[in-house]
């Protein structure tokens, strides 16, 4: 029977998951998001599955995995909103389950518990759940693998083995060469500190080397049919190494701590953590000489990623999202096993002050931009938001339990705000969407593909396509029935307007589109035009 204090247990995850439909029907955010669904929908309808298309063109960048599982959702279910994020909670459930197990077998169940909760809870995976990327899936079959390589290291179990694989396979489908190396780094680490190299010299390699050729090999003939051995160079080589050779010419001039600043916003509200948590990690990985009595993978899966990723000479803020299951890990082990210990440390004092304080200037910004900027519900917010404050209240200065207030004020706030975000914010924003909003108003008119010119730069094609379920033309020297056209009235006399909208690149939030007085300023507008007498 299962008792009451278990089912409370539940409760922050179902508050998660409910954070999380609040945003499962929202517009999928320009540039990548959308082009994914836009390529997954292309792919169902034309039943082309090993070789990959973006409006009727050869695509040739992200390996297919993301495409293949969301065009099945598409298949069942129809392409949608909702469908296109069913990818994205089905990520967060492998990783969340593959780092629970991986967890609890090293530092038992309150860690493993406590790890998995921060893991999901950080701003990272409600961003990758509302703007799904390829790097979900890859951190999810990254961690998968490492836990199953521990299982095989330990108790050399072939199904583990074969598992450990099947899940590297799967990364490199999902992100390319990365979701190797990952795991790799790991079990380096584990054999640097447990002195364990004896695995090194298996012949059971050559098995898991042809399990990862079985598991690449549809994607590979993909490539090679599409695009010859150029496909497969670009794949296995230049879209990842070459960004560290220089063989690719993607640069746009990253600064040397572009990752770590990337990372330390990516993981609120638990980075003061994790700053802790490492260095007590670095200082006694050091005082034991590089022999540890932890799990032995999750120090160095943490760290080299940064130092790997860095080189690249481009780099974007969701390309270090690899590594957060390890700084859960990292952070989950730092509080059961030293914050709960010692509540009079300076460290127990500083984290938890520092984030009660955040917290309330998080929260106190949110009722104050529904007040007077973004009022729709504004009494639901208020009311939410005040529940949110007097708990935080209670935690930090009249719960007896000392250990309430390190998880649960940050895990209120998160929860406050994304619940802001996804319920009052991103809606008001997709109005700023012009590849959405005019895509299905082209659904309504019941424009054909031959009838509609695109001639407005940064509105996406591929918007126009998902919502509109015609790709349009973007020769600007054909003359259709129909044209969009960006910040400009019609050329033509015999144009007339029969729809427009504001248009801004959401994924890009600026200060000033986000204070509705001065939107005004980085705004453009966007016109559907029909042609008189066509």
């Not at 998880?407 to 012009?434: E, G, H, R, S, T």
């Amino acid at each position: 029977m299962i008792k009451a204090v278990q089912i409370l247990k539940f409760i922050p995850f179902l508050l998660v998951f409910v954070v999380f439909l609040f945003g499962a029907n929202l517009d999928i955010m320009e540039v990548d998001a959308l082009q994914y669904a836009s390529i997954s929908k292309e792919m169902v309808q034309n039943h082309s599955y090993l070789q990959v298309y973006e409006l009727g063109n050869n695509y040739l960048d992200k390996p297919p995995l993301l495409f293949w599982i969301t065009s099945i959702f598409f298949n069942l279910f129809g392409a949608s909103n909702y469908t296109y994020r069913l990818t994205a909670l089905l990520a967060t459930i492998i990783a969340g389950l593959s780092t629970y197990f991986f967890t609890k077998k090293y530092y038992g169940n309150q860690t493993a518990y406590l790890t998995t909760l921060i893991l999901v809870t950080t701003q990272a995976y409600f961003l990758t759940n509302s703007d799904l990327r390829t790097d979900s899936l890859l951190i999810s079959f990254v961690i998968m693998s490492v836990w199953q390589f521990s299982e095989y290291l330990e108790k050399n179990t072939t199904f583990n083995f074969i598992m450990a694989f099947l899940a590297i396979g799967l990364a490199m489908l999902a992100k390319g060469p990365l979701g190797l190396i990952a795991p790799i780094i790991a079990v380096a680490g584990y054999s640097i500190l447990k002195r364990d190299l004896g695995w090194m010299f298996s012949w059971k390699w050559i098995w898991g080397f042809l399990i990862l050729v079985i598991v690449l090999t549809p994607m590979t003939i993909g490539l090679y049919q599409q695009f010859g051995w150029d496909g497969i160079y670009f794949f296995y080589w230049l879209q990842s190494f070459g960004r560290i050779t220089g063989e690719n010419s993607w640069n746009n001039n990253p600064d040397t701590f572009f990752l770590v600043h990337s990372f330390l916003w990516s993981f609120l509200p638990w980075t003061i953590f994790i700053i802790f948590a490492f260095a007590n990690e670095t200082k006694e990985i050091i005082k034991n000489k590089l022999k540890w009595s932890g799990d032995g993978y999750t120090y160095f899966a943490f760290l080299l990623p940064f130092f790997i990723l860095s080189l690249s000479k481009y780099q974007l803020p969701h390309y270090i999202y690899v590594v957060l299951p390890f700084a859960a890990i990292l952070t989950g082990k730092y509080i059961t096993y030293y914050l709960y210990n010692n509540p009079n440390s300076t460290s127990f004092k500083f984290t938890t002050h520092f984030n009660f304080i955040f917290a309330i200037l998080v929260v106190a910004t949110i009722i104050y931009t529904s007040l007077y900027y973004y009022t729709e519900m504004n009494h639901i917010t208020i009311i939410v938001s005040l529940i949110a404050i007097l708990l935080s209240i209670y935690l930090q200065f009249f719960d007896k339990n000392q250990r309430n207030k390190v998880v649960w004020i940050p895990f209120i706030l998160i929860i406050c705000l994304n619940f802001y975000l996804n319920a009052i914010i991103y809606p008001n924003l997709f109005k700023y969407q012009a590849s959405s909003v005019l895509g299905r108003k082209v659904k309504e008119l019941n424009i054909q593909s031959d009838e509609l010119t695109l001639n407005a730069d940064g509105v996406a094609a591929h918007g126009i396509y998902f919502y509109g379920d015609i790709m349009p033309s973007t020769d600007t020297t054909k003359i259709t029935k129909y044209v969009i056209l960006k910040s400009q009235l019609p050329p033509e006399k015999n144009y007339k307007v029969i729809d427009s909208c504001e248009d801004y690149h959401i994924s890009k939030l600026s200060l000033n589109f986000l204070n509705p007085k001065t939107r005004h300023k980085v705004i453009e507008r966007v016109y559907l035009l029909e042609k008189v007498n066509y």
